[in-house]
């Protein structure tokens, strides 16, 4: 995938688990895991931003491109 999602190492910086930020962002931890693992087909800006506004951290920290076209899996 194209996108590189960084946040175990957020939550590592923070000291914060992931089950805290699930708690104070109202996701559920299997979707959080599928979040953390890159496999998210898509993830809302509201949900982006709690995370961004919990971690006190920009969107930048979080989610990274790595500058090639990545290819759509089917399913």
Request: net charge negative; charged share 30%; proline share 0%.
């Amino acid at each position: 995938m194209a996108i590189q999602v960084h946040l175990d190492e957020i939550l590592k910086k923070r000291n914060m688990t992931s089950k805290e930020l699930c708690r104070l962002v109202s996701i559920t931890e299997a979707n959080l895991s599928v979040l953390r693992s890159g496999k998210a087909k898509g993830v809302r800006f509201h949900t982006i931003n709690k995370i961004c506004y919990y971690l006190q951290c920009d969107v930048g920290d979080i989610l990274t491109f790595d500058g090639e076209l990545g290819e759509e899996e089917d399913d």
